[in-house]
């Protein structure tokens, strides 16, 4: 919950006791409102397309991603989980999706026994070349077209404050799990 509970709720409280959350003001809450919103929203949105025109959720498609920009084509598992933002069991289970249609490999870490290597085949990559224009339509319009050049940028840069803000050191963060 982001917002204050019911007064009745509060006045149960018992007198004395240590000060509570600072709860959202009607700004903060329209704001955050508005985010989730438009996260779940266009989430749903950029899966639907991409099942629909590719066959494969929003989270495939990123990880054909990273790997398509990958030296040789190739990540080690524990790197792909952590720029896919998603643990380490999540990503066994889409590569081994993804293994299934043919689009990815696994190999053996030349450097380390214990690691594995994610490689995007020739057929993964022709996938993502196919199902490229398509998505970057539906981001396009449903984010850029709809922002100036300027509220985009701004957009970026609070994305990524708040990103940094959520990594510091020592963190439970999904790829370490």
């Known amino acids: 919950m982001t917002n204050r509970p019911a007064e009745s709720a509060v006045a149960a409280e018992a007198p004395g006791a240590k000060a509570g959350p600072r709860w959202l003001t009607e700004a903060e809450q329209d704001t955050w409102r508005?985010?989730?919103?438009?996260?779940?929203l266009l989430e749903d949105h950029l899966d639907?397309?991409?099942?629909?025109?590719?066959?494969?959720?929003?989270?495939?498609?990123?990880?054909?991603?990273?790997?398509?920009?990958?030296?040789?084509?190739?990540?080690?598992?524990?790197?792909?989980?952590?720029?896919?933002?998603?643990?380490?069991?999540?990503?066994?289970?889409?590569?081994?999706?993804l293994e299934k249609n043919g689009w990815v490999r696994r190999e053996e870490c030349p450097s380390d026994k214990r690691g594995q290597l994610a490689?995007?085949?020739?057929?993964?990559f022709e996938m993502l070349r196919r199902?490229?224009?398509?998505h970057v339509t539906a981001v396009r319009a449903a984010v850029f077209d709809r922002l100036t050049p300027e509220q985009a940028a701004q957009f970026g840069e609070a994305c990524r404050i708040i990103a940094t803000g959520l990594q510091p050191a020592g963190a439970d963060l999904p790829w370490l799990r």
């Open 131 to 134: 199902s490229a224009p398509g």
């Open 34 to 40: 508005a985010y989730m919103h438009a996260y779940t």
């Open 48 to 97: 639907r397309q991409l099942q629909r025109d590719a066959g494969m959720p929003h989270i495939y498609y990123g990880l054909l991603v990273q790997l398509s920009e990958a030296p040789r084509r190739r990540m080690r598992m524990t790197e792909l989980a952590q720029h896919a933002k998603i643990t380490r069991s999540r990503l066994s289970h889409a590569i081994a999706r």
């Open 119 to 124: 490689v995007l085949t020739d057929e993964g």
